[in-house]
């Protein structure tokens, strides 16, 4: 199920149009005090506004603003940031997201330009691109994730590119032109376990994001790859533990896990906090059972701490080669 809904009339600005006009009429899912391992600081950094500025003057969008992250105050004061092209409005209604639901403008066509000029002048080492679901589009936003590479390439030829795309579904030839503009790490999140995909994520499917990621090693052996999950939404242990399974099946190379935080009393429910201890011992099973690179915390997301993972990943791929060739 997709769902596109046309939100452009209902107002002459961005301000006058609701959010998340699906979820306007759903009952209120009271939302959890968080627990004290849960709770963050609130920005305060001089250069946490000179990233804002940066992300403002290149009229660019942020998941981390779009999504909410409670790690934005952290990862801006680095001057990390992931972007979010293809604009600012989600063609899916998925229960868990905070991003704007309806129908989409028009591409920029100056986007890539915008994007690997802030690159360039926060002087990145290593950038996540992602973006919202584009149904509308007949390739999905492929070309367009192109693009940016590609510019990001040549305006920034030092930074290492992580995509972290949808899920291309029914747009057939869209995951072998992202691939083939050749990122350097292609993130792809699960986000759940499949038996709550019809309330939590209803617009995709499981194993098509299974064989998405399966895909891209065919294509190409030596890219990396990565998935993310969020728990708290009603998933079972074991559904986590086969999910791992299944990611290792289609030779996925780093698995995020982190806590689903409710954006806001008409999103899913949190069903449970998960604890600290229980995410070190998702960590430590997931490790076990052959993934290259493991981040599992309450606060954990696909894009925190990216850099630094995608350096650790590339380490542990040299071991593993290393004690292969050796054995």
Not at 250 to 258: E, N, S
Not at 267 to 289: G, L, N, Q, W
Request: charged share 25%; aromatic share 6%; net charge neutral.
């Amino acid at each position: 199920m997709v769902t596109l809904l046309d939100t452009v009339t209902q107002g002459n600005s961005q301000a006058e149009r609701p959010r998340h006009p699906e979820k306007a009429h759903r009952p209120d899912n009271p939302i959890q005090r968080k627990p004290a391992w849960i709770r963050v600081k609130a920005p305060t950094s001089p250069v946490y506004r000179e990233t804002q500025q940066v992300v403002r003057s290149n009229n660019l969008v942020t998941v981390c603003e779009e999504a909410g992250c409670p790690n934005i105050g952290e990862c801006w004061s680095k001057k990390h940031a992931s972007f979010m092209i293809l604009g600012d409005t989600c063609t899916r209604a998925c229960a868990f997201c905070n991003v704007r639901t309806g129908m989409p403008g028009p591409v920029d066509p100056k986007e890539p330009t915008g994007v690997a000029e802030a690159v360039a002048t926060m002087g990145l080492e290593h950038v996540v691109i992602t973006s919202v679901d584009r149904d509308d589009l007949a390739d999905g936003g492929a070309g367009h994730f192109a693009e940016v590479i590609h510019a990001i390439r040549e305006r920034a030829p030092s930074t290492t590119i992580e995509v972290l795309t949808p899920d291309f579904l029914r747009k057939p030839g869209a995951l072998e032109r992202v691939v083939r503009a050749r990122p350097d790490v292609f993130n792809h999140n699960l986000e759940t376990v499949p038996s709550k995909y019809l309330t939590v994520r209803p617009g995709a499917r499981y194993f098509h994001s299974i064989r998405l990621l399966q895909q891209v090693k065919e294509i190409d052996p030596s890219m990396f790859t990565k998935s993310g999950i969020m728990v708290g939404l009603g998933e079972e242990r074991n559904e986590v533990l086969q999910l791992m399974d299944d990611l290792r099946t289609a030779d996925v190379d780093f698995l995020t896990i982190g806590q689903y935080l409710q954006p806001s009393s008409k999103h899913h429910a949190v069903a449970r906090f998960v604890t600290p201890d229980e995410f070190t011992a998702f960590e430590k099973i997931a490790y076990a059972k052959g993934f290259l690179k493991v981040s599992a915390s309450p606060l954990t997301r696909s894009s925190h701490h990216a850099g630094e993972d995608f350096a650790d990943l590339k380490r542990a791929r040299a071991a593993k080669l290393g004690q292969a060739a050796s054995a």
